[in-house]
């Protein structure tokens, strides 16, 4: 999909509204539409990425700025785990349509703010 059809690229542009919690010059965080938990923040980088499936080595400094944005969220929403590792969340990255990726353009899942279960399904 091309950037100017790209939903993430639009609410980046301002044109589609979000609920935006953090910005900077390279990534951008607002509220997931459709929660899976009380807490469910996407992290996305300002440049176009179609997912993991297509990240380059040079993207490696986003990403790890992605989790560490993702980490000072957690911890403003409340959610981050405290001294005895109580609380928590759950970060993730749908890699492709068996994964459950429907938007693509590259995006972090911060998931919160309840018990959590393992296996996903
Ligand atoms: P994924 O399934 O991993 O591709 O996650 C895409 C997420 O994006 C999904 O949880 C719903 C969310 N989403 C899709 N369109 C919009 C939108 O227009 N606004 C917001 N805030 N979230 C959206």
């Not at 980046?12 to 923040?41: C, M, T, W």
């Not at 176009?48 to 403003?76: P, R």
């Not at 993730?92 to 693509?104: E, H, L, R």
């Amino acid at each position: 999909m091309e950037e100017k059809d790209c939903i993430f690229c639009k609410i980046i542009r301002g044109e589609v509204p979000s609920q935006k919690l953090y910005e900077d010059d390279k990534v951008y965080a607002f509220r997931d539409i459709n929660p899976v938990a009380p807490v469910h923040i996407l992290i996305i980088p300002k440049k176009h990425i179609v997912g993991i499936q297509t990240l380059e080595e040079e993207d490696e400094c986003l990403v790890g700025h992605m989790f560490t944005v993702a980490k000072k969220i957690a911890q403003q929403e409340g959610i981050a785990p405290d001294e005895d590792l109580n609380r928590g969340y759950r970060l993730v990255f749908n890699v492709g349509k068996d994964a459950g990726q429907t938007v693509f353009h590259l995006h972090l899942h911060l998931i919160g703010g309840r018990q959590m279960s393992w296996p996903p399904g």
